[in-house]
């Protein structure tokens, strides 16, 4: 260890940097403590800073405070100041988490330098979609969730949203589905917040009829039909590397999936690498999933950015009793609205519970419906008390019966359980 540590001396250069120059140090990390606020981790680059200096930042009109400086160890180990080159963390009282933003620069309020530090490229989200509370009361404890996490995940983005069926929420935007995952996975263990999630969806690129282009991110976002002119999505370079026994399986799954076959080649005499062009709208649900099942496991997948190509896409909604439901629209493309409409409609009639009047599930794109299910009235025998008589009189009851049923769901509504959004993540499993 002693001639690594010598090794590193010798070979990496000292930092650059002047302890005379106005303050300049770049927060690289940031976390919480609700005793003294959001404590920013820095890399000091120029100046110094140390208790009593007042600090503000490049990208926040905001002035603090430092009350303790120091290095990070096993604990916090407090330091008179840091200096150009050090690294260490800068207790100043800060109460807003959004003001120690990664990437930013920490200045001298009293003498600012003209110059802020680079910081790092924005990441750009590939995956939306919508967290909700389960509990609607529970939603400024989201909000307070995210942020925090937000503070040392800085490509973690999120925006309030509304939907008619689950209420108050947000729409987040991740790296992937594995970064998707690890968010719902920590703000359910750090923070034990319960979340309904919407299904993933992509950026789509659209072109409107009159020249001009919109991003959505979210089906409900979509321009109406007569407006758009094309649709396009976003196409990932997939790599695939699969025990030989399984190319049929990853090939047929591939194919399933819109992908395009861009080609193969032998690893060694066991293992394969096969590479597609696939829409990254196909494998942001379950593709991982059902690769893993059709290999016994052995399946690796690596994929990355290729371009947006327009595609044959339409918005498919659920409508509920003619009511359109938001958390049930998706983005697909044509050749598969069909097959979707007609499983979802078929999974949410074994969970939707019976109503006094008949319910009426339908998939429509546009004004054509392609899908259609009902749930049954619940319904008393009204006839019961008839012995024989006249055939006239269990009509009229019937009928009656019926009306009955006419004007209650005319102002009736149907309560949508939890169960029925799950469906729509698990749909490719039925």
Aim: aromatic content about 8%; overall charge negative; glycine content about 8%.
């Amino acid at each position: 260890i002693d001639e690594i540590l010598a090794a590193v001396v010798e070979r990496v250069p000292a930092p650059v940097g002047r302890a005379d120059a106005p303050l300049r140090a770049l927060i690289f990390d940031s976390y919480y403590d609700k005793y003294l606020g959001a404590v920013p981790s820095v890399r000091v680059v120029d100046g110094t800073v140390k208790p009593g200096q007042t600090i503000t930042f490049g990208a926040v009109d905001a002035e603090y405070e430092v009350t303790e400086v120091g290095y990070m160890r096993l604990a916090r180990v407090p330091q008179k100041e840091l200096g150009p080159g050090e690294v260490g963390y800068v207790v100043a009282a800060i109460k807003e988490v959004s003001h120690t933003r990664p990437g930013d620069t920490v200045l001298d309020a009293t003498d600012p330098a003209d110059e802020l530090l680079p910081g790092y490229q924005e990441v750009r989200p590939m995956v939306f979609a919508g967290l909700y509370p389960t509990d609607a009361d529970d939603y400024v404890e989201l909000r307070d969730a995210l942020e925090r996490l937000k503070m040392n995940d800085a490509s973690l983005q999120f925006e309030p949203e509304t939907s008619v069926a689950l209420g108050f929420g947000f729409r987040c935007g991740f790296l992937g589905l594995l970064h998707m995952e690890i968010v719902q996975e920590r703000l359910d263990r750090e923070f034990g917040v319960e979340l309904i999630t919407t299904v993933p969806n992509v950026e789509y690129h659209v072109a409107l009829t009159d020249g001009t282009s919109v991003e959505i991110e979210s089906p409900t976002a979509m321009p109406e039909r007569g407006r758009i002119e094309a649709i396009s999505e976003p196409m990932v370079n997939v790599r695939i590397m699969v025990p030989s026994e399984y190319i049929g399986n990853v090939q047929k799954l591939a194919h399933d999936r819109r992908g395009i076959f861009k080609g193969m080649r032998y690893l060694d005499q066991e293992r394969v690498e096969l590479d597609y062009e696939l829409p990254l709208a196909e494998i942001v649900l379950d593709f991982y999933d059902k690769l893993k099942s059709g290999t016994r496991g052995y399946a690796a997948m690596d994929y990355d950015f290729l371009e947006y190509r327009a595609a044959d896409l339409v918005k498919l909604d659920i409508l509920l009793n003619g009511d359109p439901v938001d958390a049930f629209s998706v983005i697909i493309h044509r050749d598969k609205a069909y097959e979707h409409g007609r499983g979802l409609t078929r999974r949410l009639k074994d969970l939707i519970p019976r109503q006094q009047f008949e319910v009426a599930l339908q998939a429509a794109i546009g004004q054509k419906i392609i899908a259609r299910q009902s749930v049954k009235a619940v319904r008393k025998n009204v006839t019961a008390k008839c012995y024989g008589g006249d055939i006239t009189r269990k009509r009229k009851l019937l009928e009656k019966q019926k009306e009955g049923k006419r004007r209650m769901k005319q102002v009736g509504s149907v309560e949508i359980p939890q169960e029925a959004f799950l469906a729509v993540l698990s749909l490719g499993d039925g």
